[in-house]
């Protein structure tokens, strides 16, 4: 009997569409006011009879569910199913409404399909760790509530999904350990996002110029293909706590901006081809606790402008071409810094790359810096300007 009461609502709501969904052939619901005003038998309201319509069409999408997680996806009741929470409207309208779907982590197979829109008051969407793959539906574009997506560790494939640059309300960005490739747009490091995880994609191309204007506070690009240099700007105007850029194909040097992010704790530029002398300005890095330079093309001394950072908890230089440390390098071991300066041509020090290696500098003469002579002054300037970044810098230490 259930499942004829199913057949029968499904067709009733076919047949009563005035267009079927998104104007093509086989639709099931009309989006621009096909649906009755009157809420069906069984439904408190006619916002969950949508999400009933939408959340069955999914179902039917879905080819494999090991933890047997759809057998609760029956009946009328949508807040009931697991993964599906309900919660009061925002605007007051009704009573109950879908606000989230949040199915982490059990191992669902299938795709996403387009009436997934029809969830216009939903906020989080979380599906991490599926088996997911397609793409994302242009539909996703009604989700105007929308403000965490979450599609890590899937199979999803194509370019970056551009329909979440038009969702108004999104503040947390998580594609990562997917099969996305191409190219990242500008328009992404425009949006009022709080975090971008990008990581373990196939990305290539450069990392777009305007990456400064992001509020983001984590930025992952990790285990990707981007090649060309870190934008020149980055960090100037930059709230960022947290960017990993390890394990691509950058190179060029390491920007002066990127020393002027005072709130991060974490940045890690391993695995790349890096090059030239550090800047000055990464003695501004007042809170950084990780910062990982390993398995680059460096050179240069390390300086006590760097190495008397005091928050450093781990400092990793190795596989470069650093010729040498101060004093200050020295003591951090006995701060219990996890220092590793390995397979550098630093003289008189143990695990050092055999001089044949040392005897030529890599490529990156273009970036070689004049030490500064003076101290830097990193103070922040946010009683007076409101920006959270501003440093002054002593004349002598400013770039040529």
Known sequence: MEKNWVLALLLLQIFSAEAPFGGGAGGGIWIGGGISSQTPSGFSNNKLYIAYTALQAWKSAIKDDPFRILDTWVGSNVCSYKGVFCANSMDMSTSQVVAGVDLNHFSLQGSLVKELSLLSDISIFHLNSNRFSGTIPDSFKDLVNLSELDLSNNQFSGPFPLVTLLLPNLIYLDIRFNQFSGFIPDELFNKNLDAIFLNNNQFEGQIPQNLANS??????????????????????????????????????????????????????????????????????????????????????????????????????????????????????????????????????????????????????????????????????????????????????????
Request: hydrophobic share 35%.
């Open 215 to 400: 509020p983001a506070s984590v930025i992952t690009f990790a285990n990707n293909k981007f090649s060309g240099s870190i934008p020149a700007g980055f960090g100037i105007v930059s709230r960022i706590k947290e960017v990993l850029f390890l394990n691509n194909q950058l190179t060029g040097c390491i920007p002066e901006g990127i020393g002027f992010m005072t709130d991060i704790d974490v940045l890690d530029l391993s695995y790349n081809s890096l090059s030239g002398h550090l800047p000055d300005t990464l003695s501004c890095l007042s809170g950084i606790e990780v910062l990982d330079l390993g398995h680059n093309q460096l050179t240069g001394v390390l300086s006590d402008l760097v190495c008397s950072l005091k928050n450093l908890a781990y400092f990793n230089v190795s596989y470069n071409f650093f010729s040498g440390f101060s004093q200050e390098c020295t003591r951090l071991l006995s701060r219990n810094v996890g220092f590793d300066f390995s397979v550098n041509c630093i003289p008189g020090r143990n695990m050092q790359r055999p001089p044949p290696e040392c005897s030529g500098i890599p490529a990156g003469l273009n970036c070689l810096r004049i030490p500064s002579t003076s101290p830097m002054f990193c103070s922040s300037m946010n009683k007076i300007s409101g920006n959270s970044n501003p440093y002054i810098l002593a004349p002598s230490s400013l770039p040529p």
